[in-house]
Protein backbone atom coordinates (compact mmCIF):
# COMPACT_ATOMS: atom_id res chain seq x y z
CA UNK A 1 0.00 0.00 0.00
CA UNK A 2 1.25 3.62 -0.76
CA UNK A 3 2.28 5.46 2.43
CA UNK A 4 -0.58 8.02 2.16
CA UNK A 5 -3.40 5.62 1.98
CA UNK A 6 -1.46 3.57 4.83
CA UNK A 7 -1.95 6.26 7.24
CA UNK A 8 -5.66 6.18 6.63
CA UNK A 9 -5.92 2.64 6.78
CA UNK A 10 -4.38 2.98 10.04
CA UNK A 11 -6.63 5.06 11.45
CA UNK A 12 -9.21 3.49 10.81
CA UNK A 13 -7.94 0.15 12.77
CA UNK A 14 -7.23 1.92 15.53
CA UNK A 15 -10.23 4.14 15.13
CA UNK A 16 -12.51 1.26 14.53
CA UNK A 17 -11.16 -1.82 17.09
CA UNK A 18 -12.09 -5.44 16.55
CA UNK A 19 -14.29 -4.28 12.77
CA UNK A 20 -12.38 -7.12 11.05
CA UNK A 21 -14.68 -7.06 7.61
CA UNK A 22 -14.61 -2.88 7.82
CA UNK A 23 -10.99 -3.25 7.79
CA UNK A 24 -11.27 -5.82 5.13
CA UNK A 25 -13.02 -3.80 2.49
CA UNK A 26 -11.37 -0.65 3.77
CA UNK A 27 -8.08 -2.53 2.68
CA UNK A 28 -8.97 -3.56 -0.75
CA UNK A 29 -10.45 -0.01 -2.06
CA UNK A 30 -7.94 1.67 -0.60
CA UNK A 31 -4.89 -0.45 -2.07
CA UNK A 32 -6.69 -0.15 -5.24
CA UNK A 33 -6.53 3.46 -4.94
CA UNK A 34 -2.75 3.50 -5.21
CA UNK A 35 -2.09 3.88 -9.19
CA UNK A 36 -5.20 6.58 -9.00
CA UNK A 37 -3.59 8.94 -6.47
CA UNK A 38 -0.33 8.61 -8.32
CA UNK A 39 -1.82 9.91 -11.29
CA UNK A 40 -4.03 12.39 -10.22
CA UNK A 41 -2.91 13.36 -6.64
CA UNK A 42 -5.53 15.76 -5.65
CA UNK A 43 -7.60 12.63 -4.27
CA UNK A 44 -5.41 12.65 -1.53
CA UNK A 45 -5.84 16.34 -0.53
CA UNK A 46 -8.13 17.85 2.08
CA UNK A 47 -8.71 14.93 4.12
CA UNK A 48 -10.91 13.55 1.12
CA UNK A 49 -9.96 10.18 1.76
CA UNK A 50 -10.17 10.23 5.74
CA UNK A 51 -13.39 11.81 4.96
CA UNK A 52 -15.01 8.81 2.62
CA UNK A 53 -13.56 6.38 5.27
CA UNK A 54 -15.38 7.87 8.30
CA UNK A 55 -19.10 7.25 8.39
CA UNK A 56 -21.37 10.40 7.56
CA UNK A 57 -23.58 9.30 10.57
CA UNK A 58 -24.02 6.08 12.53
CA UNK A 59 -27.36 5.10 14.32
CA UNK A 60 -27.48 2.12 16.96
CA UNK A 61 -30.72 1.40 18.60
CA UNK A 62 -32.30 -0.38 21.20
CA UNK A 63 -35.43 -2.88 19.38
CA UNK A 64 -37.30 -4.34 22.29
CA UNK A 65 -40.38 -6.80 20.94
CA UNK A 66 -42.28 -10.06 22.43
CA UNK A 67 -42.43 -13.24 21.44
CA UNK A 68 -45.55 -15.53 21.00
CA UNK A 69 -45.01 -16.89 24.51
CA UNK A 70 -45.21 -13.77 25.96
CA UNK A 71 -41.46 -13.45 26.49
CA UNK A 72 -39.62 -9.77 26.25
CA UNK A 73 -36.58 -9.85 23.76
CA UNK A 74 -33.77 -7.24 23.19
CA UNK A 75 -32.27 -6.75 20.25
CA UNK A 76 -29.84 -4.00 18.93
CA UNK A 77 -30.67 -2.12 15.55
CA UNK A 78 -27.87 -0.50 12.91
CA UNK A 79 -28.53 2.03 10.15
CA UNK A 80 -25.22 3.25 8.44
CA UNK A 81 -25.67 6.37 6.73
CA UNK A 82 -21.79 6.92 5.18
CA UNK A 83 -21.99 8.62 2.21
CA UNK A 84 -24.41 11.17 0.20
CA UNK A 85 -22.59 12.45 -2.22
CA UNK A 86 -23.99 10.95 -4.70
CA UNK A 87 -27.58 10.97 -3.32
CA UNK A 88 -30.21 9.97 -0.75
CA UNK A 89 -28.19 6.93 1.26
CA UNK A 90 -29.09 3.53 -0.29
CA UNK A 91 -28.65 0.25 0.95
CA UNK A 92 -29.92 -3.09 2.69
CA UNK A 93 -30.98 -3.92 5.93
CA UNK A 94 -29.74 -7.51 7.09
CA UNK A 95 -31.56 -9.12 9.93
CA UNK A 96 -29.49 -12.22 10.98
CA UNK A 97 -27.46 -13.06 14.65
CA UNK A 98 -24.08 -12.48 13.11
CA UNK A 99 -25.00 -8.55 12.99
CA UNK A 100 -22.51 -6.07 14.55
CA UNK A 101 -21.35 -2.23 13.51
CA UNK A 102 -18.23 -3.90 12.27
CA UNK A 103 -20.56 -5.71 9.92
CA UNK A 104 -23.01 -2.65 8.58
CA UNK A 105 -19.98 -0.68 8.19
CA UNK A 106 -18.21 -3.18 6.41
CA UNK A 107 -21.60 -3.55 3.77
CA UNK A 108 -22.25 0.46 4.07
CA UNK A 109 -18.80 1.35 2.31
CA UNK A 110 -18.87 -1.14 0.05
CA UNK A 111 -22.62 0.17 -1.06
CA UNK A 112 -21.20 3.57 -1.53
CA UNK A 113 -18.75 2.40 -4.65
CA UNK A 114 -21.34 -0.37 -5.54
CA UNK A 115 -23.91 2.22 -5.65
CA UNK A 116 -21.56 5.34 -7.45
CA UNK A 117 -20.36 2.56 -10.42
CA UNK A 118 -24.42 1.94 -10.75
CA UNK A 119 -24.25 5.74 -12.30
CA UNK A 120 -27.98 6.58 -10.72
CA UNK A 121 -27.75 8.69 -8.02
CA UNK A 122 -27.64 7.01 -4.82
CA UNK A 123 -25.50 7.33 -1.78
CA UNK A 124 -24.48 4.59 0.67
CA UNK A 125 -25.62 3.03 3.37
CA UNK A 126 -26.66 0.04 5.16
CA UNK A 127 -28.67 -1.43 8.17
CA UNK A 128 -30.13 -4.37 9.77
CA UNK A 129 -30.02 -6.20 13.52
CA UNK A 130 -28.96 -9.23 15.12
CA UNK A 131 -32.44 -11.04 15.28
CA UNK A 132 -32.88 -13.77 13.42
CA UNK A 133 -35.82 -14.41 11.80
CA UNK A 134 -35.09 -18.28 11.40
CA UNK A 135 -38.26 -20.53 13.22
CA UNK A 136 -39.84 -16.72 14.13
CA UNK A 137 -43.39 -16.99 13.19
CA UNK A 138 -44.83 -14.29 10.63
CA UNK A 139 -46.46 -12.54 13.88
CA UNK A 140 -42.90 -12.41 16.03
CA UNK A 141 -41.47 -11.21 12.66
CA UNK A 142 -44.37 -8.84 12.48
CA UNK A 143 -43.56 -7.38 15.87
CA UNK A 144 -40.44 -7.36 15.48
CA UNK A 145 -40.56 -4.87 12.45
CA UNK A 146 -42.68 -2.74 13.61
CA UNK A 147 -40.56 -2.25 16.83
CA UNK A 148 -37.26 -1.69 14.59
CA UNK A 149 -38.84 1.12 12.13
CA UNK A 150 -40.60 2.84 15.28
CA UNK A 151 -37.01 3.77 15.64
CA UNK A 152 -35.85 3.80 11.86
CA UNK A 153 -38.46 5.90 11.01
CA UNK A 154 -37.25 9.23 12.17
CA UNK A 155 -33.68 8.22 10.35
CA UNK A 156 -35.25 7.69 6.77
CA UNK A 157 -36.95 9.05 3.83
CA UNK A 158 -37.38 8.86 0.06
CA UNK A 159 -34.60 11.89 -0.30
CA UNK A 160 -32.83 10.82 3.12
CA UNK A 161 -32.42 7.46 3.18
CA UNK A 162 -34.15 4.65 1.88
CA UNK A 163 -33.37 1.06 3.00
CA UNK A 164 -34.36 -2.42 1.69
CA UNK A 165 -33.30 -6.41 1.83
CA UNK A 166 -30.45 -8.05 2.36
CA UNK A 167 -30.31 -11.67 4.19
CA UNK A 168 -32.91 -12.16 6.14
CA UNK A 169 -35.13 -9.11 4.97
CA UNK A 170 -37.15 -10.00 2.30
CA UNK A 171 -40.86 -9.20 0.53
CA UNK A 172 -42.74 -10.28 3.86
CA UNK A 173 -39.87 -7.80 5.93
CA UNK A 174 -40.44 -4.82 3.91
CA UNK A 175 -44.11 -4.76 3.86
CA UNK A 176 -44.77 -5.09 7.93
CA UNK A 177 -41.42 -2.04 7.85
CA UNK A 178 -43.47 -0.52 4.93
CA UNK A 179 -47.27 -0.91 6.64
CA UNK A 180 -45.65 0.68 10.25
CA UNK A 181 -43.25 3.62 8.62
CA UNK A 182 -46.90 4.29 7.30
CA UNK A 183 -48.22 4.44 10.49
CA UNK A 184 -46.10 6.33 11.64
CA UNK A 185 -46.34 8.97 9.22
CA UNK A 186 -49.49 9.01 8.21
CA UNK A 187 -47.77 9.48 4.73
CA UNK A 188 -47.53 7.05 1.80
CA UNK A 189 -43.95 7.75 0.67
CA UNK A 190 -43.82 5.04 -1.70
CA UNK A 191 -39.98 5.73 -2.36
CA UNK A 192 -39.12 5.33 1.37
CA UNK A 193 -38.21 1.62 1.16
CA UNK A 194 -37.52 -0.36 -1.90
CA UNK A 195 -38.09 -4.23 -2.67
CA UNK A 196 -41.78 -3.78 -2.34
CA UNK A 197 -44.59 -5.74 -3.10
CA UNK A 198 -46.09 -5.29 -6.48
CA UNK A 199 -49.23 -4.16 -5.63
CA UNK A 200 -47.85 -1.42 -3.55
CA UNK A 201 -45.22 0.57 -5.34
CA UNK A 202 -42.91 -2.69 -6.04
CA UNK A 203 -40.66 -3.13 -9.63
CA UNK A 204 -41.22 -5.53 -11.56
CA UNK A 205 -37.80 -7.03 -11.47
CA UNK A 206 -36.34 -6.49 -8.42
CA UNK A 207 -36.19 -9.84 -7.05
CA UNK A 208 -34.69 -11.27 -9.80
CA UNK A 209 -32.07 -8.19 -10.20
CA UNK A 210 -29.16 -9.23 -7.84
CA UNK A 211 -28.94 -12.81 -9.45
CA UNK A 212 -29.72 -12.32 -12.97
CA UNK A 213 -26.99 -9.18 -13.03
CA UNK A 214 -23.99 -11.38 -11.26
CA UNK A 215 -24.65 -13.53 -14.46
CA UNK A 216 -25.15 -11.19 -16.85
CA UNK A 217 -21.42 -9.76 -15.50
CA UNK A 218 -20.28 -13.36 -15.58
CA UNK A 219 -21.80 -13.51 -19.56
CA UNK A 220 -19.71 -9.75 -20.09
CA UNK A 221 -16.29 -10.90 -18.56
CA UNK A 222 -16.38 -14.31 -20.52
CA UNK A 223 -17.31 -12.27 -23.68
CA UNK A 224 -13.59 -10.49 -23.50
CA UNK A 225 -12.62 -13.93 -24.26
CA UNK A 226 -14.81 -14.16 -26.87
CA UNK A 227 -16.39 -17.24 -25.04
CA UNK A 228 -19.68 -17.16 -23.03
CA UNK A 229 -21.24 -19.46 -19.99
CA UNK A 230 -23.20 -21.73 -22.85
CA UNK A 231 -22.52 -25.07 -21.66
CA UNK A 232 -20.77 -23.67 -18.44
CA UNK A 233 -20.67 -25.92 -15.39
CA UNK A 234 -21.44 -23.70 -12.16
CA UNK A 235 -21.29 -23.90 -8.79
CA UNK A 236 -23.45 -21.56 -6.86
CA UNK A 237 -23.49 -21.21 -2.72
CA UNK A 238 -26.65 -19.92 -0.79
CA UNK A 239 -30.44 -20.50 -1.74
CA UNK A 240 -31.95 -17.34 -0.98
CA UNK A 241 -33.09 -14.62 -3.47
CA UNK A 242 -29.60 -13.88 -5.22
CA UNK A 243 -28.38 -17.48 -5.46
CA UNK A 244 -32.11 -18.99 -7.04
CA UNK A 245 -32.30 -15.96 -9.68
CA UNK A 246 -28.71 -16.47 -10.08
CA UNK A 247 -29.73 -19.97 -10.88
CA UNK A 248 -32.48 -18.91 -13.32
CA UNK A 249 -30.15 -16.50 -15.29
CA UNK A 250 -27.56 -19.06 -15.79
CA UNK A 251 -30.17 -21.77 -16.99
CA UNK A 252 -31.50 -19.00 -19.71
CA UNK A 253 -27.93 -18.54 -21.01
CA UNK A 254 -27.93 -22.21 -21.58
CA UNK A 255 -25.33 -22.86 -18.28
CA UNK A 256 -25.83 -25.62 -15.77
CA UNK A 257 -25.78 -24.57 -12.30
CA UNK A 258 -25.12 -27.92 -9.87
CA UNK A 259 -24.69 -26.58 -6.41
CA UNK A 260 -26.08 -24.43 -3.92
CA UNK A 261 -26.10 -24.41 -0.31
CA UNK A 262 -27.61 -22.93 2.90
CA UNK A 263 -26.32 -23.40 6.52
CA UNK A 264 -27.06 -26.96 6.49
CA UNK A 265 -24.77 -28.35 4.18
CA UNK A 266 -24.56 -27.67 0.31
CA UNK A 267 -26.61 -29.63 -2.85
CA UNK A 268 -24.76 -31.33 -5.42
CA UNK A 269 -27.47 -31.82 -8.66
CA UNK A 270 -25.28 -33.28 -11.43
CA UNK A 271 -28.26 -33.53 -13.76
CA UNK A 272 -28.93 -29.49 -13.20
CA UNK A 273 -30.50 -27.50 -10.71
CA UNK A 274 -34.56 -28.21 -10.63
CA UNK A 275 -35.32 -24.77 -10.24
CA UNK A 276 -39.03 -24.98 -9.78
CA UNK A 277 -38.86 -27.32 -6.70
CA UNK A 278 -35.56 -24.80 -5.19
CA UNK A 279 -38.24 -22.32 -5.32
CA UNK A 280 -41.10 -24.46 -3.63
CA UNK A 281 -38.53 -25.38 -0.76
CA UNK A 282 -36.96 -21.90 -0.28
CA UNK A 283 -39.44 -19.46 -1.25
CA UNK A 284 -43.05 -20.92 -0.68
CA UNK A 285 -42.33 -23.77 2.64
CA UNK A 286 -39.65 -21.21 3.41
CA UNK A 287 -37.36 -25.14 4.02
CA UNK A 288 -34.02 -26.15 4.01
CA UNK A 289 -32.05 -27.31 1.21
CA UNK A 290 -32.21 -30.93 2.56
CA UNK A 291 -35.84 -30.87 1.29
CA UNK A 292 -34.90 -30.40 -1.99
CA UNK A 293 -32.48 -33.76 -1.98
CA UNK A 294 -35.29 -35.89 -0.21
CA UNK A 295 -37.35 -34.74 -3.01
CA UNK A 296 -34.69 -34.80 -5.65
CA UNK A 297 -33.49 -38.62 -6.71
CA UNK A 298 -29.59 -37.89 -8.12
CA UNK A 299 -29.01 -34.99 -5.99
CA UNK A 300 -27.05 -35.56 -2.84
CA UNK A 301 -26.62 -33.27 0.47
CA UNK A 302 -22.99 -32.61 1.62
CA UNK A 303 -23.00 -31.47 5.17
CA UNK A 304 -19.34 -30.99 5.42
CA UNK A 305 -17.69 -28.05 3.33
CA UNK A 306 -18.92 -26.01 0.52
CA UNK A 307 -19.43 -26.23 -2.59
CA UNK A 308 -16.41 -25.08 -4.56
CA UNK A 309 -14.63 -28.70 -3.79
CA UNK A 310 -16.96 -29.71 -6.71
CA UNK A 311 -15.25 -29.39 -10.16
CA UNK A 312 -16.79 -26.55 -12.46
CA UNK A 313 -16.05 -23.89 -14.93
CA UNK A 314 -17.80 -21.04 -13.34
CA UNK A 315 -18.20 -19.79 -9.47
CA UNK A 316 -20.72 -17.95 -8.35
CA UNK A 317 -20.46 -17.30 -4.27
CA UNK A 318 -24.06 -16.26 -3.72
CA UNK A 319 -24.30 -16.53 0.46
CA UNK A 320 -22.29 -14.43 2.61
CA UNK A 321 -18.74 -12.67 3.43
CA UNK A 322 -15.60 -15.08 3.51
CA UNK A 323 -17.60 -17.84 2.61
CA UNK A 324 -14.45 -18.62 0.08
CA UNK A 325 -11.30 -19.00 1.21
CA UNK A 326 -7.77 -20.07 0.17
CA UNK A 327 -8.21 -23.12 0.58
CA UNK A 328 -11.50 -23.24 -1.73
CA UNK A 329 -9.58 -20.67 -4.13
CA UNK A 330 -6.92 -23.76 -4.96
CA UNK A 331 -9.51 -26.14 -5.54
CA UNK A 332 -11.76 -24.39 -7.96
CA UNK A 333 -8.41 -23.52 -9.60
CA UNK A 334 -7.14 -26.68 -9.43
CA UNK A 335 -10.47 -27.95 -11.10
CA UNK A 336 -9.85 -25.74 -13.82
CA UNK A 337 -12.84 -23.09 -12.85
CA UNK A 338 -12.02 -19.93 -14.80
CA UNK A 339 -14.83 -17.41 -13.73
CA UNK A 340 -15.43 -16.46 -10.41
CA UNK A 341 -18.23 -13.37 -9.98
CA UNK A 342 -19.36 -12.68 -6.73
CA UNK A 343 -23.28 -12.73 -5.97
CA UNK A 344 -22.97 -11.93 -2.56
CA UNK A 345 -21.16 -9.08 -0.67
CA UNK A 346 -17.13 -9.79 0.15
CA UNK A 347 -17.80 -13.54 -0.35
CA UNK A 348 -13.93 -14.48 -1.32
CA UNK A 349 -11.33 -13.63 1.42
CA UNK A 350 -8.05 -11.58 0.09
CA UNK A 351 -6.17 -14.37 -0.03
CA UNK A 352 -8.46 -16.06 -2.60
CA UNK A 353 -9.31 -13.09 -4.61
CA UNK A 354 -4.91 -12.89 -4.65
CA UNK A 355 -5.12 -16.66 -5.80
CA UNK A 356 -7.44 -15.95 -8.81
CA UNK A 357 -5.65 -13.10 -9.77
CA UNK A 358 -2.16 -14.61 -9.43
CA UNK A 359 -3.54 -17.45 -12.01
CA UNK A 360 -5.24 -14.61 -14.33
CA UNK A 361 -8.60 -15.93 -14.39
CA UNK A 362 -11.57 -13.66 -14.72
CA UNK A 363 -12.28 -12.47 -11.29
CA UNK A 364 -15.56 -9.96 -10.13
CA UNK A 365 -16.20 -7.83 -6.96
CA UNK A 366 -19.74 -7.91 -5.25
CA UNK A 367 -19.58 -4.12 -5.78
CA UNK A 368 -19.58 -4.58 -9.65
CA UNK A 369 -21.17 -7.95 -10.21
CA UNK A 370 -23.88 -7.77 -7.41
CA UNK A 371 -24.87 -4.07 -8.46
CA UNK A 372 -28.13 -4.76 -10.35
CA UNK A 373 -29.83 -5.29 -6.91
CA UNK A 374 -29.34 -1.88 -5.92
CA UNK A 375 -29.72 -0.68 -9.83
CA UNK A 376 -32.86 -1.83 -9.58
CA UNK A 377 -34.13 -0.59 -6.26
CA UNK A 378 -32.82 2.87 -7.77
CA UNK A 379 -35.30 2.04 -10.68
CA UNK A 380 -37.99 1.27 -8.39
CA UNK A 381 -37.30 4.81 -6.98
CA UNK A 382 -37.66 6.18 -9.89
CA UNK A 383 -41.18 4.29 -10.81
CA UNK A 384 -42.58 5.53 -7.54
CA UNK A 385 -41.32 9.09 -7.81
CA UNK A 386 -43.14 9.10 -11.21
CA UNK A 387 -45.94 7.57 -10.03
CA UNK A 388 -45.51 4.72 -12.92
CA UNK A 389 -45.04 0.74 -13.55
CA UNK A 390 -42.68 -0.80 -16.21
CA UNK A 391 -43.39 -4.05 -17.85
CA UNK A 392 -40.84 -6.84 -16.59
CA UNK A 393 -39.49 -6.56 -19.95
CA UNK A 394 -38.90 -2.67 -19.79
CA UNK A 395 -37.28 -3.27 -16.13
CA UNK A 396 -34.81 -6.12 -17.20
CA UNK A 397 -33.56 -4.33 -19.98
CA UNK A 398 -32.67 -1.13 -18.14
CA UNK A 399 -31.10 -3.87 -15.40
CA UNK A 400 -29.20 -5.64 -18.31
CA UNK A 401 -27.83 -1.94 -19.87
CA UNK A 402 -26.81 -1.10 -16.42
CA UNK A 403 -24.86 -4.19 -15.91
CA UNK A 404 -22.86 -3.50 -19.43
CA UNK A 405 -22.33 -0.64 -18.52
CA UNK A 406 -20.56 -1.37 -14.74
CA UNK A 407 -18.72 -3.94 -16.65
CA UNK A 408 -17.38 -1.22 -19.02
CA UNK A 409 -16.63 1.40 -16.50
CA UNK A 410 -14.52 -1.86 -14.89
CA UNK A 411 -12.21 -2.24 -17.79
CA UNK A 412 -12.15 1.00 -18.69
CA UNK A 413 -11.12 1.79 -15.35
CA UNK A 414 -8.50 -1.41 -15.28
CA UNK A 415 -6.53 0.09 -18.46
CA UNK A 416 -6.83 3.59 -17.34
CA UNK A 417 -4.37 2.74 -14.64
CA UNK A 418 -2.37 0.56 -15.87
CA UNK A 419 -3.86 -2.88 -15.00
CA UNK A 420 -6.13 -4.37 -17.79
CA UNK A 421 -8.11 -7.36 -16.44
CA UNK A 422 -8.11 -6.50 -12.82
CA UNK A 423 -11.70 -5.91 -11.76
CA UNK A 424 -11.13 -5.20 -8.72
CA UNK A 425 -9.18 -2.45 -9.12
CA UNK A 426 -11.30 -1.41 -11.87
CA UNK A 427 -14.19 -1.55 -9.88
CA UNK A 428 -12.80 0.52 -7.21
CA UNK A 429 -10.91 3.14 -8.92
CA UNK A 430 -14.46 4.14 -11.41
CA UNK A 431 -16.49 3.68 -8.10
CA UNK A 432 -14.34 5.86 -6.15
CA UNK A 433 -13.35 8.64 -8.81
CA UNK A 434 -17.20 8.96 -9.08
CA UNK A 435 -17.64 9.61 -5.28
CA UNK A 436 -14.62 11.67 -5.09
CA UNK A 437 -15.23 14.00 -7.94
CA UNK A 438 -18.43 14.95 -6.62
CA UNK A 439 -17.28 15.45 -2.85
CA UNK A 440 -14.72 17.92 -3.90
CA UNK A 441 -17.69 19.84 -5.75
CA UNK A 442 -19.38 19.88 -2.59
CA UNK A 443 -16.57 21.51 -0.47
CA UNK A 444 -15.48 19.86 2.57
CA UNK A 445 -18.55 18.46 4.52
N1 LIG B 1 -28.73 -5.46 -0.11
C1 LIG B 1 -28.53 -5.27 -1.52
C2 LIG B 1 -27.08 -4.94 -1.77
O1 LIG B 1 -26.22 -5.48 -1.12
C3 LIG B 1 -29.53 -4.31 -2.15
C4 LIG B 1 -29.63 -2.95 -1.54
C5 LIG B 1 -30.77 -2.11 -2.11
O2 LIG B 1 -31.51 -2.57 -2.97
O3 LIG B 1 -30.86 -0.96 -1.66
O4 LIG B 1 -26.71 -4.21 -2.67
Redesign the pocket.
Known sequence: MQDVVEKVYEQVVARNRGEAEFHQAVREVLESLGPVISKHPHYAEDGLLERIVEPERQIMFRVPWVDDAGAVHVNRGFRIEFNSALGPY?????FHPSVNAGIIKF?GF??IF??ALTGQG?GGG?GGSDFDPHGRSDAEVMRFCQSFMTELSRHIGPNTD??????G?GGREIGYLFGQYKRLRNSYDAGVL??KGLAWGGSLA?TE??GYGTVLFAQSMLATKGDSLEGKKIAVSGAGNVAIYAIEKAQQLGAKPITFSDSSGYVVDEAGVDLELLKQVKEVERGRVADYVSRRPGARLVTEGRPWDVPVDVALPCATQNELDADSAASLLRNGCAVVAEGA?MPCTPEAIEAFQAAGILYAP?KAS??G??????L?MEQNAGRTRWDFATAEAKLTGIMADIHDSCVAAAETYGRPGDYVLGANAAGFTRVADVMIAHGIV
Do not use: F, H, M
Request: charged share 25%.
Open positions: KGGLRLEQKNIKVPAGDIVTGRATNGNAGVATSAE
